[in-house]
Each structure stands twice: as structure tokens, then as C-alpha cells.
């Protein structure tokens, strides 16, 4: 079993930066996949960034392309949303997510354990 905190969300002005920490217990984190999801207000949780076991291969969701880099740091059992160019449409509740599903898993059923969020507010 796997506990994640997230921290790092605050309040931006559009085209600032943020970085969010989640931090896993458990000397297993290297074995899960680890993804970031992003709730908007009134909208469907929706997938943001992946990346496999050994951070060799990552996935990002078109509207973060280029401004987004998810990382992992094993050694520390955390997982870094590292968010540029924040724009208005990027206000959400971000959660991490750990899944030990292959093949770059996306869909929040494919995630067995989740953290509680942190909100990030970009103003414009």
C-alpha cells in the first residue's frame, strides 16, 4: 500500500510557475507508475502527466505539452509537477496517483491509491 501528500499548490498570476511535490510512503514507490490529475471547478477529473517506474518514459496531455514536466526522484519516494506558462484554464485541485498497471496507464480506474490535492489557482 502506498500514502501520498501533495504540496506545493498556491495562488499565481498567469505565466508564473509552480512546482507540486508528492511524497509516497512504503520502500515500493519505485514499482508505480505515477500520475498527475488535475480537477477544474464543476469538471471531471482529468489526467495531466505520467511517468514509468524509472522515469525513462513520460506522457503529458496535449494542454500541458511543453509547459509541464512531471519527474521522479526514487531515492526520495517523490514524484514533481514542475508547471510554466501557468494559465488561467490550469485553476484545479491536483492529485497524484500510483498505479502498477504497464503501458502508461491514464484512466483514474487504472490508479489504486490517490493523495488528497492541492489547489492550484492561476488569476489572469
Known amino acids: 500500500q502506498v500514502q501520498l501528500v501533495e504540496s506545493g499548490g498556491g495562488l499565481v498570476q498567469a505565466g508564473d510557475s509552480l512546482r507540486l511535490s508528492c511524497a509516497a510512503s512504503?520502500?515500493?514507490?519505485?514499482?508505480?507508475?505515477m500520475g498527475w490529475f488535475r480537477q477544474p471547478p464543476g469538471k471531471e477529473r482529468e489526467i495531466v502527466a505520467t511517468?514509468?517506474?524509472?522515469?525513462?518514459?513520460?506522457y503529458y496531455v496535449d494542454s500541458v505539452k511543453g509547459r509541464f514536466t512531471i519527474s521522479r526522484d526514487n531515492a526520495k519516494n517523490t514524484v514533481y509537477l514542475q508547471m510554466n506558462s501557468l494559465k488561467p484554464e490550469d485553476t484545479a485541485v491536483y492529485y497524484c496517483?500510483?498505479?502498477?498497471?504497464?503501458?502508461?496507464?491514464?484512466?483514474?480506474?487504472?490508479?489504486?491509491?490517490w493523495g488528497q490535492g492541492t489547489q492550484v489557482t492561476v488569476s489572469s
Open positions: 496517483a500510483a498505479s502498477r498497471k504497464v503501458g502508461g496507464p491514464t484512466r483514474r480506474d487504472e490508479y489504486a491509491y
Open positions: 512504503g520502500r515500493t514507490f519505485s514499482y508505480y507508475v
Open positions: 511517468i514509468n517506474y524509472s522515469g525513462g518514459s513520460t
